[in-house]
């Protein structure tokens, strides 16, 4: 079977680019007929000149350049060197960029199917943001790790080329806010990496508005190669609609499918990381199953790469939107009681390593707000969706004043002058009275 070379992937994407510059974005049945010539759809008039031209730095050659050399690495396996060959080597892409690159490493226990010691690190790629008074964060991320006996060039290479795209064509431009670019590892050992990076985030407090999730989107037969899924926190619902006016905007216009995910520790990809600490996540993935996946037909040969440039092209887009949005929406934080902690009293005595939180003795519930503008109206507390306290004066707290014995979810809703702005929610056990 054929496997392009970068060269061949440059010269590909040379080729049509022009023989055919103004080609629809009709996408091609598999990678097999990669040169027929179809993949790179011409950018809309409805993006706007910086957009446009983000939208054609993602091309063929770009994507498949990534993707074919993480390929090349072998299997990513945690713990082995292959895995550390591909941090080297992303973190090398991000420094060629001007990107602020560092690895945040991490050591962990795999989860019950994958029981041991893990370490690893993760890479971080940081375009600071312009807008001095702005310390907003956009995260994107993918994992480069993989199961044994598979290259993962879908799972999840395809993710870390779309990251790395990204990061190659937006670090050409910049922005108010700062973007993250972020490749895990530990992922297919239980979300490892990105839960280490999730957990520090959140115990320092980093202001993410939400963080984007690439986890096999390069897999597509026939009129596969149309449809794109994305699912979100309920906050982000606002990111899905700028997701969807950009999708229709440009040439790709893929038939999205869209959905929620619960805060929950479970969850198929690193977005259920950020989703446990309360941010907001949006996770992109490819419309059809993929057979091959955590098999060693997982291959360059089965990714589509015209599908995997449209959906890092819609990707990146969004990124590019969002970074530059003046106005972020409020962001509501429960802060008392902090995610993975055991309190006494209010008091904090015990860090858990997961976001499991137990309350002993006082069940105070604070909270605080990221991002937005004009005042706050109210806040409503909520036990077991129960309306218990409505504070209207910051600081926004509700005093404990029932017998709370088990597990018990606490949710809250922050008003301002664009109505119910923010929502967040975390269950806790509780032995309080
Ligand atoms: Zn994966």
């Known amino acids: 079977m054929f496997r392009p070379s970068l060269v061949h992937w440059a010269v590909i994407g040379t080729v049509v680019f022009l023989l055919a510059p103004g080609l629809a974005g009709q996408v091609a049945p598999d990678s097999r007929q990669v040169s027929s010539a179809d993949f790179l759809s011409a950018p809309d ?54 990107l602020i690159t560092y690895m945040h490493p991490w050591t962990a226990w795999g989860n019950r199917g994958h029981p041991g010691r893990f370490s690893g690190r993760n890479v971080v790629g940081e375009l600071p943001g312009t807008d001095a008074s702005s310390d907003a964060i956009f995260v994107f991320n993918a994992h480069y790790d993989t199961v044994r006996n598979t290259p993962g060039a879908d799972d999840d290479a395809s993710g870390v080329a779309a990251v790395l795209a990204a990061a190659h064509v937006l670090s050409q431009h910049r922005f108010a806010h700062t973007i993250k670019f972020i490749a895990f590892s ?14 520090a985030a959140f115990d320092w407090d980093e202001p993410i508005v939400v963080e984007f999730n690439a986890d096999m989107i390069g897999h597509a037969h026939g009129e596969n190669g149309s449809r794109f899924r994305m699912y979100g926190t309920e906050d982000a619902e606002w990111v899905m609609g700028v997701v969807e006016d950009l999708n229709a905007a440009s040439a790709i216009n893929f038939t999205l499918t869209s959905g929620f995910v619960t805060r929950s520790r479970q969850g198929g990809s690193d977005y259920a990381s950020f989703a446990q600490y309360g941010y907001e996540t949006l996770a992109f993935f490819e419309y059809e199953w993929n057979p091959h996946m955590h098999t060693p037909e997982d291959t360059l040969d089965n990714v589509n790469i015209s599908y995997l440039v449209n959906t890092t092209r819609l990707i990146t887009i969004s990124l590019a939107e969002l970074a530059s949005t003046p106005a972020l929406p409020r962001q509501a934080v429960i802060d008392l009681p902090q995610r993975g902690g055991l309190y006494v009293d209010g008091v904090r005595r015990w860090s858990f390593s997961s976001s499991r939180t137990a309350v002993v003795g006082d069940a105070t519930v604070s909270v605080s707000y990221r991002f937005g503008s004009g005042p706050v109206e109210k806040v409503e507390f909520y036990v077991d969706d129960q309306l218990v306290h409505t504070d209207t004066t910051a600081p926004y707290s509700w005093t404990g004043d029932r017998l709370l014995l088990g597990r018990h979810e606490v949710k809250v809703h922050l008003y301002d002058q664009t109505g119910l702005a923010s929502t967040d929610i975390m269950s806790a056990f509780f032995v309080s009275r």
């Open 186 to 199: 530990g992922e297919e050992v239980g979300l490892l990496g990105s839960h280490a990076y999730a957990r």
């Open 45 to 98: 008039s409805g993006l706007s000149p910086r957009l446009s031209h983000i939208f054609s730095g993602i091309n063929a050659s770009l994507v498949g350049g990534y993707l074919e050399e993480l390929v090349a690495i072998g299997p990513r396996v945690n713990n082995r060197a292959g895995c550390e060959e591909a941090a080297e080597y992303i973190a090398q892409q991000f420094r060629d960029m001007g």
